[in-house]
């Protein structure tokens, strides 16, 4: 399953990647389910990032950790003269996924400003697709206003 999302914001692309940090990252969890970072490397290659979900219904907790595989800045890139990314992949994912590829993608936007791109591609079992893709989807969404806010003029 794939997803994507696009959120233009006011700050250059070189200063949004400069606070892709661990504030921005705690800004950005989710409220449910409740989340622990229990390890925050931050966004270079072969960073780590371990993520401790409590599943209060189920009276379980998941680790989800995930590996920095690609990152840095792309110049004379087809599309985007100016670009930073980063990749993260699952390690050791929660029960509900069986594979994740998150591209972080933030390129110059217009008048000084700077677009950020999510886009995911993640595997789940069949009969919990449909409830992940839900619960995924409304969280992705749900960044957008705090990039917004993050990162104004």
């Known amino acids: 399953m794939k997803l994507s999302f696009t959120t233009a914001v006011g700050q250059s ?26 390890r925050y490397d931050g966004c270079k290659k072969d960073d780590e990032v371990h993520i401790e979900m409590v599943l209060p219904v189920l009276n379980r907790t998941e680790l989800w950790v995930s590996r920095i595989t690609k990152a840095g800045e792309i110049t004379g890139h087809e599309v985007y003269a100016d670009e930073w990314f980063f990749i993260d992949e699952g390690v050791k994912l929660p029960f509900f996924l069986t594979a994740w590829r998150h591209v972080h993608r ?11 791109i999510d886009d995911i591609e993640y595997r789940a079992p069949w009969y ?25 003029l």
């Open 13 to 38: 692309y070189r200063d949004v990647a400069e606070r892709f940090t661990l504030d921005l990252f705690q800004k950005l969890t989710p409220t449910f389910p409740p989340v622990k970072v229990v």
């Open 128 to 152: 919990l697709a449909l409830g992940v893709h839900l619960v995924l989807s409304a969280q992705f969404a749900a960044r957008q206003p705090i990039y917004r806010e993050y990162f104004k």
């Open 106 to 116: 933030v390129i110059k936007g217009e008048n000084g400003g700077a677009v950020i």
